[in-house]
């Protein structure tokens, strides 16, 4: 049976539209800091980069921190197109009331990301992480928590006029050992990021979380505003700072430096 040829061409138009779209790969880093984004490097593929983290605490005698930084080689790898593993060490320095210092290794971080589904045009999308926290800082010390945690999360977006993208991300996080769920910590956040070039955008986010945040009352609420920029195809640079509520923290400042070969 012969084929017309306006269908023939209208359905050979679609099936390379539709292979184009599906083969697109957003090889660049997450840009984003409270929430995750829909960026995965390419299959074997390496993201490698620093965290940066500053907190100010609140000048409250019942917060017996002052000021905490940490720093956190990260290495980031594709295993697919879709998949990614992550492993984050930080290295963490705490100064409390007296002045008095602690430094030394953080809680190791390994992590998942799982990109499931997302339309021909790379949104919306859906992006399933796990994170698992091992016990290696010092929680005498205010290092680490001193046992094994792990944090599942949902992220989902989508993008308005190719230039704003939108995310909300909810995750549930618990500890082992813990013989009630006391420690279990939820959380909601969502961010707006709004591409002003092809290299430089404005994110803005905001995160609400049942932690406990004795001796204050109501909910922990975090605000983060920043900005991203992409030097080179290979080396991006993000920078935020913040503040919360109900809650020891005072404001923040963290910076993110990640290269992708």
């Known amino acids: 049976m012969m084929v ?3 269908v023939l061409s209208k359905s050979l138009i679609a099936s390379l539209l539709v292979a184009a779209c599906s083969s697109l790969v957003e090889a660049e880093p997450i840009r ?7 960026k995965f490097p390419e299959r074997g593929q390496f993201e490698a980069g620093v965290l940066g983290d500053y907190i100010n605490y609140k000048e409250d005698f019942m917060v017996s921190l002052s000021k905490s930084y940490m720093a956190a080689p990260y290495v980031r790898y594709g295993v697919f197109e879709n998949l990614a593993l992550s492993a984050e060490v930080p290295y ?9 210092r602690e430094h030394g290794l953080g809680d190791i971080n390994l992590g998942l990301e799982f990109r499931p589904w997302q339309d021909i045009f790379r949104y919306p999308w859906i992006v399933p992480h796990l994170t698992v926290g091992l016990p290696t800082g010092d929680e005498d010390k ?5 046992k094994t945690s792990g944090t599942f999360g949902i992220a989902v977006g989508t993008v308005v006029e190719e230039v704003v993208h939108f995310i909300a991300d909810a995750r549930y996080g618990v500890v082992s050992g813990s013989e009630t769920s006391d420690e279990d910590v939820a959380s909601i956040a969502g961010a707006i990021v709004w591409d002003l070039s092809d290299q430089f955008s404005l994110i803005g986010e905001v995160k609400a979380t049942n932690e406990d945040n004795a001796p204050y009352d109501g909910t922990p609420v975090y605000f ?3 900005m991203s920029y992409e030097a080179t195809k290979n080396l991006s640079l993000m920078f935020f700072a913040g503040s919360a509520q109900n809650t020891a923290e005072d404001f923040h400042g963290n910076m993110k430096v990640a290269y992708t070969f």
């Open 32 to 38: 984003t800091s409270m929430t995750k984004e829909n």
């Open 92 to 100: 963490v320095n705490v100064k409390d009331r007296t002045d008095d």
């Open 4 to 6: 017309k040829p306006c």
């Open 224 to 226: 983060d505003g920043g």
């Open 142 to 146: 205010n290092l680490g928590r001193g």
